[in-house]
């Protein structure tokens, strides 16, 4: 089904149908009308030659500056060239696809003023597999994501460079090999495309999805050692969660009940209480629940805010400059979902080490190996989760609380969105490897006790699951391919 395109409908699930599956978007037949009407009426602002920032005036401290008419189509060009100057490694295809689909949502709403022809083309790049290669940094979040979207836009007129089919293309080929024709920029379209929130949507979008995914599968994982070490259900009593009153919290008690219901395994060991990273962990993973559902939020609004500058209402004959193109809320959001995503890679390393700490794991042989000495086990795993958690909590110091004065202080204060994203998506990368690792121990303390049969509703299909790309550990091994699989599991959302 195609994802329809109205500037006001679009959904964190259609972002990751467009970016990661392929999906095909059109425009609604409301936008075509939008469009057309926001294009008319710059065409009038052009013909009433009053100053208008960022149609016929220079930008940023250089808003002062009028230019002729003869020469707006120009200052657009020289906007789109002077601002890709970003750097770094580019944004992966999906992360380039998402951006692609957030900026025509927005451009979509008819409060840019771009062309309908330049509308059809950023879509003609997401039907057409077209992916811009987008350098990573150098957005500050503030007056938009500048350099990056303009590494975008180069693509609509002929520059830049792209993978088309798996090929790396530059310049007009880029476009001739879809056989589509460069637009040539008319007055506020430059700005209109590069001018927004975009880039650090669109990841976050991805990001977020991700943090659906994790959280369930930790949940998953977190059920499955805790049958390795015949846990106690009491601290899930949904009583207990009541009386906290916290959503989350209550959710994620459940489903762990449900997902060992039946299990043979739980509640067998004859410990009084749990570690926190068992007993407490409806009150930790329901905490990250609840971060993401606020997150959800966040960018339900952003995927269809208007955050190009200055904003046109054609209804009112108005041209309103103001500040949308602030990612401050998804600067917050990221910097929030990155924390919360830290602290679920943090507890279920904690819960790994009990599975392979014999001091700790309730029975179960050093490492999870059958023969200790000979055979490490998981032992170095668990270290590579230890890394990674370490890692995780440098790159969870918040980017927002971060600013710096550019274009001589005019903008003088910006949020470092694009960066909160872009560390929100490497610690979400982190976390999928540090649950596969959690999913791989427990998978093992099961088989060496013997439980498959005695598993849960849930976690006994889990097992089955892994069974099918984990082959039996009775030895050392190139453990980075069972983890490298599972990891794939988890990223593919089949778990």
Request: aromatic share 4%.
């Amino acid at each position: 089904m195609n994802i329809c395109l109205t500037g006001s409908s679009l959904t964190s699930s259609e972002v990751v149908r467009v970016a990661r599956q392929g999906a095909v978007v059109e425009l609604g037949k409301e936008a075509v009308e939008q469009i057309n009407i926001a294009s008319s009426f710059v065409r009038k602002i052009v013909q009433d030659e009053a100053p208008v920032y960022g149609i016929n005036t220079g930008f940023g401290s250089l808003c002062n500056a009028r230019i002729g008419p003869q020469d707006l189509g120009k200052l657009q060009e020289n906007l789109i060239l002077s601002h890709a100057v970003g750097v770094g490694r580019c944004f992966t295809e999906d992360e380039a696809r998402a951006t692609i689909l957030v900026r025509a949502n927005t451009l979509a709403s008819g409060h840019s003023g771009v062309r309908l022809e330049v509308e059809q083309l950023l879509l003609e790049l997401l039907n057409k597999h077209v992916y811009p290669m987008i350098p990573s940094q150098g957005s500050l979040g503030a007056s938009g994501d500048l350099a990056p979207l303009a590494s975008l836009a180069l693509v609509l007129i002929g520059k830049g460079t792209a993978t088309v089919h798996g090929e790396i293309l530059q310049g007009q080929a880029i476009l001739d090999a879809i056989g589509a024709k460069p637009v040539v920029l008319e007055a506020k379209e430059g700005l209109a495309l590069i001018n927004g929130t975009a880039v650090m949507t669109g990841v976050a979008a991805l990001v977020f999805a991700d943090a659906r995914t994790l959280l369930r599968t930790a949940n998953l994982a977190a059920a499955m050692t805790m049958e390795a070490l015949r846990a106690r259900l009491e601290p899930f009593d949904e009583r207990i969660h009541d009386l906290r009153r916290h959503a989350g919290q209550g959710a994620v008690a459940r489903d762990i009940l449900s997902y060992v219901a039946g299990s043979k395994l739980i509640g067998t060991c004859d410990d009084v209480q749990d570690a926190y990273s068992i007993r407490c962990m409806p009150q930790v993973h329901g905490a990250i629940s609840d971060t993401i559902d606020f997150v959800e939020n966040v960018l339900l609004n952003e995927l269809n805010a208007v955050t190009d500058n200055p904003l046109l209402f054609p209804a009112d004959g108005d041209v309103l400059s103001g500040g949308n193109f602030h990612g401050e809320p998804v600067a917050l959001a990221m910097d929030y979902l990155a924390i919360a995503l830290a602290e679920l890679a943090s507890i279920s390393e904690r819960r790994t080490n009990r599975l392979l700490n014999p001091a700790l794991n309730r029975g179960l042989p050093a490492f999870l190996t059958r023969d200790a000495g000979l055979n490490s086990g998981l032992m170095i795993a668990q270290y590579t989760q230890a890394a990674l958690v370490s890692e995780n909590k440098i790159l969870a110091h918040p980017a927002s609380v971060d600013s710096i004065p550019v274009s001589a202080d005019q903008e003088d204060h910006v949020s470092m969105g694009t960066i909160a994203a872009r560390k929100a998506r490497s610690i979400a990368d982190n976390v999928a490897t540090v649950v596969a690792i959690e999913l791989l121990a427990a998978y093992q303390a099961v088989d060496i006790l013997g439980g498959e049969d005695k598993l849960g509703l849930a976690t006994s299909k889990l097992f089955a699951q892994l069974r099918t790309c984990v082959p039996p550990i009775n030895g050392d091994r190139m453990f980075i391919e069972d983890i490298n699989a599972v990891r794939n599991l988890i990223r593919s959302n089949a778990v």
